[in-house]
């Protein structure tokens, strides 16, 4: 999974009697695929008898009726009790630090955390310098976020390898709340103040609406500040309430277009500086083809000293990235290219003095130090507290699905809930410290793996390297030209834009997550970024409904000496016992697609409405003219006729497929069976999961001296339906022998 840049069916065969244990299959089991054209399938001989066979019978566990009253007591009891240990524990679970830190082997692990944290924060300077301009903030804004992330993960997180800091999608999403609120205030959102305004101690409330109280960079970062203290809040809150599961609507095919149609936007929002244009930033619906209508307007304005710029690290930066790479098996560290452009482009830009002669665009003056901690506008919560849900969940998830991928692949575990402690307050304590929003990024976290990290030790590392950047390089970097930033940031997204070359395989795998793909990049890229993500969510959501709503069915067949059941459309050589259907539905059956169980099944077997018609209107027809004959009601029923010599009279509707059943999917069962056993034909359930006998026993499917017409398996159904109808000595008169499709 890219995320700055899984569903192949496997059809196996079903044994339909694993739950009971009883039966001995072949070691090796060949099946024919069935062809297309053909349609006849193999049947037992009218002589054959299925070998004796007894019904298998379980006792359910007797569940112990608790009362829930007791049960909140009992809970609220072990909850709060409170001892030394468990006092201690708390602490541990809370700062994991505590617990992996003591056992820290010094020798084996300190060279790989040195290196990979040190490799790590020196991609951080520029790249943190870059995404503050993205998400509308000072350069030194960036770093402070870095730095602090990097520190609070250190102490919360339990991932070892993943690397939190600044992620683009995150920042471009901070920077349209911060225009927004900029614009609302009064500010000249085209206009970037060349200084930063020092915070003070006073606890002196601050006036957003004066300007000379506060600049236009001032309240930027009080806006970034709030949103990312609130967002931070949101997550603390998830994990306190343990609703992780939130990530799961985000699959990996929604996150992945999300991401790169969010690259769109950053490289739309970026353009302008590689140009040097000085244009307002576009937001709301269509801010994507908003802006390049504005690029194209102002063409003509375009700095060439910045274009220029952009051009020369364009053709440094991409073959260097592809050349790290092509050649990441045989570096032991990739080449921190982007910090080397850094450097010769400020040089340059300073002593060839672009910003005085040409008029070029520049970073400005960066402080050194740390500015005075500022509580986060309380007064502005409101204003931001709907776009911090998007910010906080795309956050979480991307931050969580990323350690539990790395700790899978080398063999720990991580806690999705602390997880979401720790990013949680990576963003709440940073917020008072003038920091906007960080979450885990896959480029850093690649880097960092392949350099040999070893623990959450190389990001105190990585702190080092940012403190150091802050105390004293910072100011060093005031000629760096804003157009070098944009190339740093447009070249990371080439892992997400280089998704494209995917979407072949993924049609392969899935079309439906393929069409998830597609839907959620193009509506994050057209629309916007909050509103992308929840049509994406919507629409996968929609997609997962869809499935259901017209699942596969199909008529089985059983496998020569064993007793597996598979379908007669599918494989070829299949047995079919004559006078009984066995028909499989894939999905649950609930009021979305109960109509297509029972279409199906009407189609795939005989429909008993037009059996019931038929035999009324025989009989209405013989009080007439005394005799009818086969043929004159054929001619009155569309049914055809079958070429099967003997009656059917079971339909066995193998379960093992329906995970669940609501109030219309009984009602459904109940119906199929009343219409059926009108005719003449009876119908049995084989291997339902204990979720859907609870569902018929709680419904009332049947008395409790029909419990016989529940099975534990398809082939003691089948036994069943053929032992019963031997002890008949007849087929049940029903009066036709229908041809399904």
Avoid at 138 to 165: D, K, M, N, Q, W
Avoid at 482 to 502: C, E, H, P, Q, Y
Avoid at 578 to 604: D, M, Q, T, W
Wanted: glycine share 6%; net charge positive.
């Amino acid at each position: 999974m890219s995320l700055e840049g899984k569903e192949q069916q496997v059809l196996s065969p079903r044994d339909s009697a694993e739950e009971n244990g009883q039966y001995s299959l072949q070691s090796s089991i060949h099946l024919e695929p069935q062809m297309e054209s053909s349609t006849d399938f193999r049947q037992f001989r009218t002589s054959d008898r299925c070998i004796p066979h007894c019904r298998s019978h379980l006792e359910p566990q007797e569940k112990s009726n608790t009362d829930f009253k007791q049960f909140i007591i009992k809970r609220l009891q072990k909850t709060c009790r409170c001892g030394p240990a468990k006092a201690k524990n708390m602490i541990f679970d809370f700062l994991p630090v505590l617990r992996w830190l003591p056992k820290y082997d010094l020798k084996k692990d300190i060279l790989g955390d040195l290196m990979s944290g040190l490799i790590v924060g020196i991609l951080l300077v520029p790249q943190s310098i870059a995404y503050s301009l993205l998400a509308g903030q000072e350069p030194i804004y960036g770093l402070y976020t870095s730095f602090f992330a990097s520190i609070i993960y250190f102490l919360l997180g339990t991932s070892r390898h993943i690397s939190v800091g600044i992620f683009g999608v995150l920042c471009l999403m901070i920077g349209e709340v911060v225009d927004r609120e900029l614009h609302k205030a009064g500010y000249d959102t085209a206009h970037i103040a060349p200084s930063l305004e020092v915070f003070s101690n006073e606890s002196t409330s601050l006036n957003y609406t004066l300007r000379e109280t506060c600049d236009r960079s001032c309240y930027a970062i009080i806006v970034g500040s709030t949103v990312t203290f609130v967002a931070g809040v949101y997550q603390v809150a998830m994990g306190f309430f343990q609703v992780g599961f939130v990530s799961v609507y985000l699959s990996d095919a929604l996150l992945s277009g999300f991401v790169t149609g969010t690259s769109f936007t950053i490289l739309t929002s970026q353009a302008k500086y590689l140009l040097g244009l000085r244009l307002p930033r576009s937001n709301g619906l269509g801010s994507l083809i908003t802006t390049w209508i504005h690029i194209f307007r102002n063409i003509h304005k375009t700095n060439l000293c910045d274009l220029i710029t952009s051009l020369l690290c364009f053709l440094v930066l991409l073959p260097t990235k592809e050349l790290n790479e092509h050649f990441k098996s045989k570096l032991k560290a990739p080449v921190p290219t982007e910090l080397f452009v850094v450097i010769a482009a400020t040089l340059a830009s300073h002593f060839g003095k672009l910003n005085e002669k040409y008029n070029s665009s520049i970073a400005g003056h960066i402080p050194t130090g740390f500015m005075p901690p500022k509580a986060p506008d309380w007064n502005l919560i409101p204003s931001v507290a709907v776009d911090a849900i998007a910010i906080s969940i795309i956050g979480f998830a991307i931050t969580v699905s990323l350690s539990e991928m790395f700790a899978k692949k080398h063999g720990y575990t991580v806690k999705a809930n602390q997880e979401m402690y720790a990013i949680g307050f990576c963003n709440i304590i940073p917020s008072f410290f003038h920091c906007f929003t960080t979450s885990a990024a896959l480029a850093k976290t690649l880097v960092k793996e392949s350099t040999g990290c070893r623990s959450q030790l190389s990001g105190v590392v990585t702190a080092l390297v940012l403190l150091l950047v802050l105390l004293v390089v910072a100011p060093l970097f005031y000629s760096l030209q804003k157009s070098v930033l944009a190339v740093i940031t447009i070249v990371n997204l080439r892992g997400a834009l280089l998704k494209f070359k995917d979407v072949p395989q993924m049609w392969r795998l899935s079309r439906m997550d393929t069409v998830i793909w597609f839907v959620t990049m193009l509506s994050s890229a057209l629309l916007s970024t909050e509103i992308g993500l929840l049509f994406g969510v919507c629409f996968s959501m929609f997609c997962v409904i869809l499935r259901t709503q017209k699942p596969k069915s199909s008529l089985l067949g059983m496998v020569e000496d064993t007793e597996i059941f598979e379908s007669t459309s599918v494989y070829q050589n299949l047995q079919t016992k004559p006078g009984i259907k066995i028909f499989r539905f894939v999905a649950p059956l609930y009021y979305i697609n109960k109509e297509c169980f029972k279409s199906a099944l009407y189609k795939k077997t005989l429909n008993p409405v037009l059996i019931k018609a038929a035999q009324r209107k025989a009989a209405k027809r013989k009080i007439k003219e005394e005799t009818v004959t086969l043929r004159g009601m054929r001619d009155e029923v569309p049914v055809h006729l079958s070429h099967y010599p003997l009656e059917l009279h079971t339909i066995v509707i193998d379960c093992s497929a329906i995970q669940f059943l609501d109030t219309a999917g009984i009602h459904t069962l109940k119906e199929v069976r009343r219409d059926y056993e009108a005719v003449g034909i009876q119908v049995l359930l084989a291997q339902c999961n204990p979720s859907v006998r609870d569902s018929l026993a709680r419904g009332e499917y049947c008395k409790k001296e029909e419990k016989n017409l529940l099975f534990y398996s398809v082939y003691e159904a089948m036994v069943f339906a053929v032992e019963s109808q031997n002890q008949k000595g007849m087929c049940v008169p029903n009066g036709l022998s229908l041809f399904s499709d």
